[in-house]
Nanobody, 115 residues
Framework: QVQLVESGGGLVQAGGPLRLSCAGS????????IGWYRQAPGNQRELVAR???????NYADSVKGRFTISRDNAKNTVVLQMNSMKPKDTAVYYC?????????WGQGTQVTVSA
């Protein structure tokens, strides 16, 4: 069973960057498309970016042009580079497989963007 560990969150000022990392244990991690999801208080969890096993990427309109997702299969990691951050990006960020959530959710990493 793949275990997911998200890291890199924190407090950042609007307009600033932040880099999140998702580490997946187990050999099956690299054979799955992986998505970064986020959940803000009172909102449902939403997909913000995803990357296929062949490195095809896709982004939610709200983050397009600001966020970049990448993966390193040798390290079993998926990175989300977030630039030009906005207060509405404030949420707990999680990673998991896409389109089907196959792995147990990790703890997530809190991202807070101050105005």
């Amino acid at each position: 069973q793949v275990q997911l560990v998200e890291s890199g969150g924190g407090l950042v000022q609007a307009g600033g960057p932040l880099r999140l990392s998702c580490a997946g244990s187990g050999s099956t991690f690299r054979f799955n498309a992986i998505g970064w999801y986020r959940q803000a208080p009172g909102n449902q969890r939403e997909l913000v970016a995803r990357i296929s096993t062949s490195d095809t990427t896709n982004y939610a309109d709200s983050v397009k042009g600001r966020f970049t997702i990448s993966r390193d299969n040798a390290k079993n990691t998926v990175v989300l580079q977030m630039n030009s951050m906005k207060p509405k990006d404030t949420a707990v960020y999680y990673c998991n497989s896409w389109p089907e959530v196959r792995f147990t959710w990790g703890q997530g990493t809190q991202v807070t963007v101050s105005a």
